[in-house]
């Protein structure tokens, strides 16, 4: 893996730059040292320069960009935007687990940069570098000059891309790719594919398959696929195409139910359409909305990413101008769908749906966002737990939403919201990252427990689907009984007194669904 030396060194090589601090190869962590020591997220000031891992402000590469021609289509004003200051380097979630400057924002601006000029070779280590990246925008929230990273990074992992054919999955096997291609995108497929899971939770076989060693015969991929299961609920069935609203109608919104969401949480969108309804939404749930196409976009497959988005701009009805003024919101309750779908005109452009897609996008809303601006009816039923708030960074990040989740959450009677350290740093989920870079994801939702632990929270929220399993599972690794769930599980347990059976700890004392009372 290239150090920051390797980096500047072999840039330095074609433009002269001056080498970072050789000490820095010696005190780099790598990612394979598990005790290597952790950085702390200390807070800057924005006048005041952070150190950094070469020990003070970065130079700007000189500008070369002509060596570049056939490279990335990326706005090259863009790139300048970085003015090298490392203020984003204590956010960035691979930095702080490695303190390697490659794997910052600023070292991998500067990578990409370079290449750009042609003056730095996109050799193994670079691809390392950038593969690395959660895509988190974790850097963007932090950076003061406003550099718009994501549109950095994504066109140069197309580029990436087009240079080597199916790259971006070749961490995969052929099982894993089919599931996430060909059964995660549908809901149907991944209900049929999810039964023998839900069936052998349900009788103990998993129990005993996992006792007895049996799950050794298993191949590896399939066993760690199994792993990242949470416990399955009983799913709905099947809503009705439209809810009526509880009292008088307040609003008439759209509900999207995700794909593999819908699956593994089914009890995430049923309480998300009955708390719509307790708040005086007409609910209207589309029969024939499809995947908002954020895993085939993030790997590359823009043609069938942009197929899904048609098919929902239809469905939800923005395709005719008149009828959609009917809708007043679209909800969707997973940051990740949330945040592609609200990126549907970035993705359509230049096709003849653009203007369909920016019409569908403009009334995208988080549950949290759209309750907080509707003025949330007040929860009922008192749930005694202390909890905490764990930050998806497509929510957090991409679509600077934070504060309405934990304004929710504190309306709940009962509940005590603890600030959960680091909540802004990646759980190590981020769609796929956990199959395609395990090493890092393990390294991050560990950080993650730990930091839930030290909360002695007996709840953790967080509005994403991926960011729950993977907090669920490693925090079943480490023993930790703790409730993960969407802050939507924990209103609608308010609102219809329905207590989750996690509330309920081994030694008896539980909330009591009517009084809200510790027994
Ligand atoms: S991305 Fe922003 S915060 Fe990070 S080095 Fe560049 S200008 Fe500074
Ligand atoms: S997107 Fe996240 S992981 Fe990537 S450079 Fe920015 S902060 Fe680091």
């Not at 750009?116 to 950038?130: E, R, Y």
């Not at 963007?140 to 992992?157: D, M, N």
Request: net charge negative; aromatic share 6%.
């Amino acid at each position: 893996m290239t150090s920051f030396d390797g980096l500047a060194g072999a840039a330095a090589k074609h433009c002269q730059l001056p080498t970072a601090n050789p000490d820095m190869a010696a005190t780099t962590p790598k990612l394979a040292d598990a005790d290597a020591p952790r950085t702390s997220l200390p807070i800057y000031s924005a006048n005041v320069d952070a150190p950094t891992a070469t020990g003070g402000a970065l130079p700007a590469p000189p500008h070369n960009h002509s060596c570049g021609s056939h490279g990335p289509n990326i706005d090259y004003e863009l790139v300048l935007d970085c003015v090298h200051c490392g203020l984003c380097t204590a956010s960035c979630p691979t930095y702080v687990e490695t303190s390697n400057e490659a794997d910052s924002p600023r070292g991998r601006i500067y990578l990409m940069r370079q290449v750009i000029d042609g003056t730095l070779a996109l050799d193994n280590d670079v691809k390392q570098h950038l593969d690395l990246c959660l895509n988190c925008r974790a850097c963007e929230t932090a950076c003061p000059s406003g550099v718009q990273y994501g549109k950095l990074i994504e066109p140069f992992r197309v580029y990436m891309n087009e240079q080597e054919p199916g790259r971006q999955t070749a961490s995969l096997n052929a099982l894993q790719r089919f599931l996430l291609f060909n059964v995660f995108p549908y809901r149907w497929a991944n209900r049929i594919a999810l039964a023998p899971a839900r069936l052998m939770q349900w009788t103990g076989l998993d129990w005993l398959t996992e006792k007895s060693g049996l799950m050794n015969l298993v191949p590896r991929s399939l066993r760690n696929m199994k792993n990242m299961l949470p416990e399955l609920k009983p799913h709905y069935g099947s809503l009705p195409e439209i809810l009526e609203p509880i009292g008088p109608r307040r609003a008439r919104v759209a509900l999207f139910l995700g794909c593999v969401a819908d699956s593994l949480y089914p009890e995430t969108n049923y309480a998300t359409a009955k708390v719509l309804q307790a708040n005086g939404c007409e609910v209207w749930i589309p029969r024939s909305q499809a995947c908002c196409g954020a895993l085939h976009y993030h790997a590359a497959d823009e043609v069938t990413a942009r197929e899904f988005a048609a098919t929902n701009c239809d469905a939800f009805g923005a395709t005719d101008a008149e009828r959609f003024q009917n809708v007043d919101a679209i909800i969707t309750n997973a940051a990740g769908c949330g945040f592609q779908l609200k990126d549907y005109a970035h993705m359509m452009h230049g096709t003849p749906q653009a203007e369909v897609a920016a019409r569908f996008q403009s009334k995208v809303r988080d549950i949290s966002e759209f309750l907080m601006e509707l003025g949330p009816v007040k929860p009922k039923y008192a749930l005694n737990v202390r909890a905490t708030y764990h930050d998806a960074c497509h929510l957090r990040h991409a679509q600077q939403i934070f504060k309405q989740p934990r304004q929710l959450l504190e309306m709940i009677p009962g509940l005590e919201l603890i600030p959960l350290p680091e909540s802004e740093l990646c759980c190590g989920a981020a769609g796929s990252y956990n199959l395609t870079q395990p090493e890092m994801a393990e390294r991050l939702g560990d950080r993650k427990v730990e930091n839930i632990a030290s909360t002695a929270a007996r709840a953790v929220f967080t509005g994403n689907v991926g960011c729950l399993m993977q907090i669920t599972r490693h925090l079943k690794a480490a023993g930790q009984n703790v409730w993960a769930a969407h802050p939507v599980d924990a209103l609608w347990a308010s609102y219809s007194g329905e207590m989750p059976p996690q509330l309920k700890d081994p030694s008896g004392a539980g909330t009591d669904s009517k009084t809200g009372q510790n027994h």
